[in-house]
């Protein structure tokens, strides 16, 4: 009986006495009655194997030695015995929850398309909704023997996420360049068809229409240019000593010859981080641009720069409705847009807000926007300064 475990000293003891006995004038049978006794009480008070110490025909695998064979994955990994969980290691528990060891596999998934696959040998299936209403997970089994098998979990939300969100950018884009083009090809045909009998004012209006179309798909298209270019250099940290409170000054003062001096007060402070000079120039005019697009037309846009904390902190705020909380979290997606149609009618795009976004992503930085409504919108960014250890450290920056 291969991985049984016998108590030898106690069948020597049961067999001495047995001997004594018959030698003391007990009789045969009644010692070896009283022998086969004891030994059956023996055997009915050997430990029942458990979950610690599982018996195989090839000897015996402990629950730790089950435990630490899954331990390492990083992904969630279980060990069935059958159709029961044997071991979980710590990815799983922390996705399951702990309490899963020992449980039937079934109860602990708890999911139509994984109990199919729990039915199979082996096999992988696409679960959705298992941990999360809107979770995906690539679950396989694979089998070690006829009684012990794996389950491997891969998180696949992130990858569905992504492709969604392509999807949706795509689908947008499209639809944001086609309604200028279909603008401008609408009053063209007109323009170009001899029996329009269009007039000089009409015509003179529709070639301006024509014009506004025309430059907004440019902006549009330069924005969606510039988008790609950040994100492509996103991992690239840029290396640029850049004094950011005299970039807000010089083109505070370009805007200002513009809106005009008293629309526009501006506040700064030497604050010298590392940055793109380009992407910086550009995140300052978007902010200011924005300012003055949705503030109120009669009251001053306010710029300032600061050093906070070892951070360059630039804030750009203005004095017009405010934005309604809920569209806060939304503000730097993609072509997302509190009132539409007074985006356009301003020149907007959409994406003014994603590209500064990205640009303090790729700078280290933070962003924050509050708004209250009727008070006006204030948008702070703030940039590591440069160190002076960082200098010192690196001849190149200086």
Known sequence: MKGLSLPVPSIIVAFCAAVVMYL??????????????????LWLARPEPTVETIDRDDGSVSRQAMVELVEPFGLPVLML???????ANAAAREELGAHIVGQDARVALRHPEAIGLLQKPQGRALVRGLTGARSIWQVSR?????????IEMVNRTAEADISRA?????????????????????????????????DAATAAKFHATVLREARRLQSL??????????????????????????????????????????????ETVEAVVMGDRQQLDQL????????????????????????VQGEAELIVADRGEGIHPDHLPYLTRRFYRTDPGRSRTAGGTGLGLAIVKHIVERHRGKLD??????????????????????????????
Request: hydrophobic share 45%; net charge negative; no cysteine.
């Open 221 to 266: 298209v330069e924005d969606l240019m510039s988008l790609s270019r950040i994100e492509a250099e996103k991992h690239e940290l840029p290396r640029d000593r850049i004094d950011l409170g005299q970039m807000v000054g010089t083109i505070a003062s370009e805007t200002a010859m513009t809106v005009g001096e008293d629309r526009l007060k501006v």
């Open 369 to 398: 926007i509050a708004s209250t409504l009727g008070k006006g919108t204030t948008v702070t960014v703030r940039i590591p300064l440069v160190l002076q250890q960082n200098v010192a450290a690196d001849p190149s920056l200086s």
């Open 81 to 87: 015995d059958g159709q029961r969980i044997a071991a």
């Open 284 to 307: 300052v005019r978007n902010l200011i641009d924005n300012a003055f697009k949705y503030g109120d037309s009669q009251a001053p846009v306010s710029v300032s720069v600061g050093v």
């Open 142 to 150: 694979v089998p070690i023997d006829e009684r012990f098998s794996l």
């Open 166 to 198: 392509h999807t949706d950018f795509v689908a947008n884009a499209s639809h944001e360049l086609r309604t200028p083009l279909a603008s401008i090809i609408g009053y063209i045909e007109t323009l170009a068809d001899p029996d329009a009998k269009v």
């Open 24 to 41: 003391g004038g007990s009789g045969f049978w009644m010692s070896l009655a009283i022998l086969l006794v004891w030994l059956a009480t």
